[in-house]
């Protein structure tokens, strides 16, 4: 009865015990040239306790054209342009107006062909593409963090996506730092990869039957055995002389 009792104890003790788990969902950016909405799942927590998210952004941007055009009031000469890109992401959010969990502001100089160029007022010079180096950041969450519970539930975590470019150029001559007019073509791709780590929920735990039940349950079988065995019709007279 103890060897009993003590498997019984065993079995439901490795039933209710719980083991880390977790569930992954890429969400893909395609071409951004502005500012761009996305969502992904939330933790259905039917599935157990969250104790973790991570976020691990990949991005990637470049310049397809550029052109700044002098508003100066005079000549300036342009010895070198310094190209941004600045990409924020804010969870959860509906616009920008969420939390800001992850933010990359990158910048490549370049220098004009045959070293400067000279724009008069009004002149615009145009320059072709620029390539960012590529940008990742990993985000990690817990219970302690504030807008943990965002991330729990049926529906979906809003993710939105800002993605602005600039030109600074470094000239010299009349008025050479107050006005100019940029015009820039660029575009950004990557993803998020978003990692659920939760405690699993245990399994529902069948009944084991006590020993005494076992032991009824196979007596009214034997004893069903017996009283069919008992109705048996006899055969005739006849039959069992011969």
Known sequence: MKKIFALVTFLSASALSSHADIITQTVNFGTITGGSQFY??????????????????????SISSASITNENTGSVTISRITFTNTVEGYVPSIGDSGDLVA?????????????????????????????????????????????????QGTGSVPLYLANTFGATPTASGSGSTTSWLTSITGSTTGNLVVTYTYDAAPPPVSPVPEPPSV??????????AAFAFKRRPKAPAAAEAA
């Not at 032991?215 to 069903?224: A, P, R, V």
Request: no cysteine.
């Open 103 to 151: 933010e990359v502001a990158k910048s490549k100089s370049i220098t004009p062909a045959g070293g400067t160029v000279t724009l008069s007022n009004g002149q615009t010079y145009n320059y072709g593409s620029v390539s960012f180096s590529g940008f990742t950041q990993t985000d990690n969450y817990t219970s302690a963090d504030a807008n943990f519970s965002s991330f």
């Open 40 to 61: 992904f799942n939330q933790f259905n927590t039917a599935l157990g306790t969250l104790t973790g998210v991570e976020l691990d952004w990949t991005v990637n941007s």
């Open 215 to 224: 032991i009824l349950g196979f007596g009214g079988i034997l004893g069903m």
